[in-house]
């Protein structure tokens, strides 16, 4: 019986392992954590699916006196057996500065995979016409601890004298 009991606890153990891969890929999420660029020092931002290959997406910063942007992204190719997945972005970006404030658009390119059944890689590159218009190339990767709970880490290279962008933070999909 205990042998019985045992092992029905490492299957039921085993497949919460393997069911946190299901999360780890999914657009549907709330994440938060340390951010580092400029001057700040939390973020806290989500997406969700809106429409067939849509997803809309907020991401609120402390920079400044805050940054905020807002917008979607398309997914060319989505699909629960894609490994890869390609989407094109933009959006409205917003930098407030207390006497200093700038609003734009932002547009870019990028790609989700599957680098394990626990661990996803999301990389892009676009360009911002915010703060007199600057590029950028980011990697991000999450990894998926529970079936709801991931860990998340990311680095943004920004050009044209902007700060680039390191954050840590914690991702809940749902």
Known sequence: MKKFVLSTA????GSLFFSAASNADS??????????????????????????????EVQFTDMGDYSL???????????ADRQF?????GGVSHYDFGNYDDTSAYAGIGAMT?????????????????????????????YAFTDRFS??????????SIDNEVHLGVTYSF
């Open 85 to 89: 997945n390609t989407f094109l972005k």
């Open 114 to 142: 599957k680098l394990s059944q626990q661990t996803t890689a999301i990389v892009d590159a676009g360009y911002d016409w915010g703060l007199d218009g600057f590029a950028s190339v980011s990697a991000r990767l999450r």
């Open 27 to 56: 657009v549907n999420y709330i994440s938060g954590g340390f951010n580092d660029f400029y001057n700040s020092d939390f973020y806290v931002e989500g997406s969700t699916s809106i429409a067939d290959n849509w997803v809309g």
């Open 151 to 160: 860990a998340d880490a990311g680095f943004r290279g920004n050009f044209n």
């Open 69 to 79: 942007r807002a917008g979607a992204k398309y997914f060319l190719d989505m699909g």
């Open 10 to 13: 490492l299957i039921a153990s």
